[in-house]
T-cell receptor
Framework: AQSVTQPDIHITVSEGASLELRCNYS??????LFWYVQSPGQGLQLLLK????DTLVQGIKGFEAEFKRSQSSFNLRKPSVHWSDAAEYFC????????????WGAGTKLIIKP | KAGVTQTPRYLIKTRGQQVTLSCSPI?????VSWYQQTPGQGLQFLFE???????NKGNFPGRFSGRQFSNSRSEMNVSTLELGDSALYLC?????????????FGPGTRLTVL
């Protein structure tokens, strides 16, 4: 069965440090990949997505993610985090099949140390 | 254009009662998905409606049901409420199927079951 794993429930980084949030998926073909962010008191918002083409995708707020087919991963990165990046981050995997259900990871909560 | 709206924003019910939540998608969006979010459980997919048809359903009991109207507005109903149904219920809309389109989320309805 298809699945999405975000192995880190919580991650704490210092402000200004780099960040990498992990996402691994299980799916037979090339999936559609998404990262969403849920900031405190705000709704979920799309950060970036990968459908095809260049495996390094740029998103909003200075985030990027790299699709690695050989590792079935789609890790989210940011070179320098800001206190406003404190939020929960969700990875999701979909397919072009209209009957395919979008599969969500359990989320990673990012805590920023001053 | 207006975002996804959900009503009511907060709801307090007692065990055994039933509840109906409403979601108005972004104009032109035909897909509406519902999610249950609880601490530690992440986003749990309830169901997706597309052009008034239920396309996908998550692993929830039959007490959870929904429908979509011709104007794409959607309602979700939970009957015979249980304490464990206390959660944030999120609605998301997308142009087409959610598995390969960006979803736009509403602020959610916070349901508390006493």
């Amino acid at each position: 069965a298809q699945s999405v794993t975000q192995p880190d429930i919580h991650i704490t980084v210092s402000e200004g440090a780099s960040l990498e949030l992990r996402c691994n998926y299980s799916y037979g073909a090339t999936p559609y990949l998404f990262w969403y962010v849920q900031s405190p008191g705000q709704g979920l918002q799309l950060l970036l997505k990968y459908f095809s083409g260049d495996t390094l995708v740029q998103g909003i707020k200075g985030f990027e993610a790299e699709f690695k087919r050989s590792q079935s991963s789609f890790n989210l990165r940011k070179p320098s985090v800001h206190w406003s990046d404190a939020a929960e981050y969700f990875c999701a995997v979909g397919a072009g099949d209209s009957n395919y259900q979008l599969i969500w990871g359990a989320g990673t909560k990012l805590i920023i140390k001053p | 254009k207006a975002g996804v709206t959900q009503t009511p924003r907060y709801l307090i019910k007692t065990r055994g009662q039933q509840v109906t939540l409403s979601c108005s998608p972004i104009s032109g969006h035909r897909s509406v998905s519902w999610y249950q979010q609880t601490p530690g459980q992440g986003l749990q997919f309830l169901f997706e409606y597309f052009s008034e048809t239920q396309r996908n359903k998550g692993n929830f009991p039959g007490r959870f049901s929904g429908r979509q109207f011709s104007n794409s507005r959607s309602e979700m109903n939970v009957s015979t409420l249980e304490l464990g149904d206390s959660a944030l219920y999120l609605c998301a809309s997308s142009l087409e199927q959610s598995s390969y389109n960006e979803q736009f989320f509403g602020p959610g309805t916070r349901l508390t079951v006493l």
